[in-house]
């Protein structure tokens, strides 16, 4: 797997998916997109994206989205119904000589100690979305 990593309180890892970006991008935004390979169900109500796995659940707020390019979800604590500056977000980049496509994560880590847990997530999580879209 190809995977850049730079950390400065955050990871960002770069994949790179032999799709076109309009069938990633469906996949990085909407419920069922996310649900085929992020979560095991995702529910929407407004802007708020309720992500469930097993027994648990979290939700983050889109807070931007660019077609085909990009989407940034904004973490909320549902303990305290306060909004964490806690992110994540997907961004993708089609090369214009070569014509690949790279998908960027990026996330952002509290604690040092969780960069090679977040690492490991992710690139099963990539690999899942690789898997669900053939690439």
């Known amino acids: ?3 850049d990593v730079k950390i400065a ?5 770069e994949y790179y998916v ?3 970006a309009s069938i990633v991008f469906q996949r990085l935004c909407t419920p069922h997109g996310l649900s085929e390979w992020f ?14 796995w097993d027994e648990t659940s979290r939700k983050a707020e889109l807070v931007e989205r660019k077609e085909n390019k990009f989407v940034k979800f904004r973490w909320i604590d ?6 964490h500056l806690s992110h ?4 993708l980049t089609k090369d214009d ?6 998908l960027t994560v990026t996330e952002d880590i509290h604690e040092q100690d969780d960069m090679d847990e977040t690492v490991s997530l992710w690139n099963h999580q990539i690999g899942e979305l690789k898997r669900v ?3």
């Open 97 to 102: 000589i070569t014509g690949e496509l790279s």
């Open 39 to 52: 979560a095991d169900d995702v529910n929407l109500r407004g802007n708020i994206f309720t992500f469930i």
């Open 1 to 3: 797997m190809d995977v």
């Open 88 to 91: 994540f977000a997907f961004k």
């Open 78 to 83: 549902s303990d305290c119904h306060t909004r």
């Open 133 to 135: 879209i053939g690439a």
């Open 9 to 13: 309180n955050k990871v960002e890892l």
């Open 18 to 20: 032999n799709s076109t």
